[in-house]
């Protein structure tokens, strides 16, 4: 009889142990968060040198890390030739021709004149010579048509030192000087890239995990620093429909931090719908299936006795 008696206590002891655990129906268990911040180059580079560490609290506008960007400043000799070659043809096009360009386009007018006037008098010569006879018709065309050689030569001088008085066309001036403006916008941007080999940052922020190491290639646009923005500790719940009316927007609640037991006075800034089961924090949901599940987020009034609260920790909404 005893025997039998010690097994049913047994049994019922390991019964006890293999219960489920209850949790209080007075309180909903949660996690503390912090707003994530990551910092990521702009440009690709080789990491030269980082100028943080892990756990550090970096400030506003503190240089994180020095990338290596060869490819960038071979853009930028390539612009700024490309500036000079352009800046040069837009001041030629506004100053027009040199004196010494004048000189040269008179020196070639009176030249063609002269030969224009002796063609002219070589006609009239030749002229007489053919009404009299005494020129073959071949000798007397050939002469013709060094006339209208000459006469062709002249006018195109005349037209080109007429142009040239006149000044260059403002088409031509406007050209140049567009040209212009795209090579010094390619120079500003290869500048700008240039710039962009020093990793900023942004806000302040405590580096939680820093990604590669000196010498490795970072990419535009990958995570190179990760952490959390100080002063942004809040905390999560999920609460079902059931239990929700107890809650209100704006409402003062106490919550425990698990880990040290300590307590933290909050306020509800929102409570909204969740509407994947994934996003539910509670360890141990106790509620229907058919129940809508909730999210309470929680600001702490005094932050500077939370901003060092441990991310994902457990907290109990009391």
């Known amino acids: 009889m005893r025997?039998?008696?010690?097994?049913?206590?047994?049994?019922?002891?390991?019964?006890?142990?293999?219960?489920?655990?209850?949790?209080?129906?007075?309180?909903?268990?949660?996690k503390a968060k912090k707003d994530v911040v990551s910092f990521a180059p702009k440009v690709t580079g080789r990491i030269l040198k980082i100028f943080v560490a892990e756990g550090q609290t970096v400030k506003k506008g503190d240089t994180l890390a020095l990338l290596d960007v060869p490819e960038v400043s071979a853009k930028i000799a390539q612009a700024q030739g490309a500036v000079n070659a352009a800046t040069a043809q837009e001041q030629m096009a506004r100053n027009g021709a040199t004196p010494d360009q004048m000189k040269q386009l008179q020196a070639k007018y009176k030249g063609l004149k002269e030969q224009y006037e002796f063609a002219k008098k070589s006609y009239a010569r030749a002229t007489n010579m053919f009404n009299d006879?005494?020129?073959?018709p071949q000798a007397y065309d050939e002469i013709y048509a060094k006339l209208q050689g000459a006469k062709a030569q002249y006018d195109a001088v005349v037209a080109e030192l007429d142009d040239v008085k006149r000044g260059t066309r403002v088409e031509k001036v406007n050209m140049a000087a567009g040209q212009a403006s795209q090579a010094k916008g390619a120079l500003q941007e290869a500048n700008v890239a240039y710039s962009e080999r020093y990793v900023i940052a942004t806000n302040d922020m405590d580096i939680e995990t820093i990604s590669l190491n000196p010498g490795e290639l970072a990419t535009a646009g990958f995570a190179l620093?990760?952490?959390?923005?100080?002063?942004?500790?809040?905390?999560?719940?999920?609460?079902?429909?059931?239990?929700?009316?107890?809650y209100k927007k704006g409402q003062e609640v106490k919550l425990q931090l698990l880990y040290n037991k300590e307590e933290v006075d909050g306020t509800i800034a929102y409570i909204k719908q969740l509407t994947r089961y994934a996003d539910i924090t509670t360890a141990y949901p106790d509620y229907q299936v058919q129940d809508a599940v909730y999210e309470i987020k929680v600001q702490p009034k005094d932050m500077s006795k939370a901003k060092d609260v441990l991310v994902n920790a457990s907290v109990i909404l009391k």
């Open 3 to 30: 025997i039998t008696t010690c097994i049913s206590l047994m049994i019922l002891l390991a019964l006890a142990g293999c219960s489920p655990r209850k949790r209080d129906a007075d309180r909903f268990e949660g």
């Open 133 to 136: 006879s005494l020129m073959a």
């Open 225 to 246: 620093f990760n952490g959390y923005i100080p002063g942004s500790t809040y905390f999560r719940f999920t609460v079902p429909e059931s239990k929700i009316s107890r």
